[in-house]
């Protein structure tokens, strides 16, 4: 699948200038459409018992936004930025999700639990769980001008990592070195799931190389955050799961931990 219809989450947060420039990027070397989405938390403004929206604050952060997004976006063949102008949590996750239903990937930033949130915290969370698109998500530090140049990709033999996998294909096009870590519960059920994969991504002229990576092992997500610093990966593809709590009571955590710890772009699809 090429990728012909991107869109990109903005708001008023410093991290928005580097979603967009990684979007741009991607919609001019694809030849893609790209769609910037305004959406931020904000109160309605009260006069007496009477309630209006949008406020002048909302409605200047606006106005810059569609100003820095037309001016990186000049010379894209399609670029359209709107606001979903509404400021409630439910709001907010509900059109942004409604929104990237339509796109053929979704940029996103990941939560910083440590400055005051523009948007929902769990916003790229339930987008990645219930819009059923591939969603690109960037750490909210360093810089990222390309990826999918030294792609690791997280196998585990599951829907949400095969859906992944494919998303990602058009991000890995042309890439310099690949990885294919398995999660099994032995090694040579690792190995063959590594040696499907491998030969799936060859089909692509994809090059891959395989690891393992047992089940049983402690801290298994740390130990693919640290594969990522070894292998020098500029994307980690993953699939994401959204269950907590019987009869699966870890499905999700592994999702939410890399939520909180990336520090690389990670591609995830449920």
């Known amino acids: 699948m090429s990728l012909k219809n991107l869109m990109v989450h903005l708001d008023q947060s410093e991290r928005t200038s580097c979603r967009l420039a ?6 001019r070397m694809h030849q893609a459409r790209l769609v910037g989405v305004f959406g931020q938390l904000a109160q309605s403004q009260s006069v007496g018992v009477v309630s209006s929206w949008p406020t002048p604050e909302y409605a200047a952060a606006a106005e810059a936004s569609k100003a820095a997004f037309e001016a990186a976006a000049a010379g894209l063949p399609q670029a359209e930025w709107h606001d979903i102008n509404r400021g ?7 059109r942004m ?23 929902p915290a769990d916003l790229t969370e339930e987008v990645v769980l219930n819009a059923g698109r591939p969603v690109l998500i960037i750490p909210y530090i360093g810089k ?7 792609p690791l990709v997280a196998w585990s033999n599951v829907r949400e990592a095969a859906r992944a996998l494919n998303d990602a294909l058009p991000l890995m096009e042309g890439c310099e070195k690949a990885t294919v870590m398995s999660f099994a519960t032995n090694a040579e059920e690792g190995r063959s799931a590594c040696d499907h994969v491998i030969r799936h991504l060859a089909c692509h002229d994809i090059q891959a190389q395989s690891q393992v990576m047992l089940v049983t092992d402690i801290g298994i997500m740390d130990m693919l955050l640290n594969a990522t610093t070894d292998l020098a990966t500029d994307l980690l593809v993953m699939g994401a799961q959204g ?7 870890s499905r999700g955590a592994g999702t939410r931990y890399i939520l909180r710890h990336m520090t690389v772009p990670v591609l995830m699809s449920n």
């Open 22 to 27: 990684l979007a741009v990027s991607l919609a």
């Open 88 to 94: 409630s949590e439910a709001e907010v996750v509900r």
């Open 97 to 119: 999700t409604d929104w990237a239903r339509h796109a053929d990937l979704v940029i996103m930033g990941q939560n910083d639990d440590k400055i005051s949130p523009s948007v």
């Open 144 to 150: 990222f001008t390309e990826v999918g140049k030294r």
């Open 243 to 249: 269950h907590i709590g019987l009869p699966f009571m």
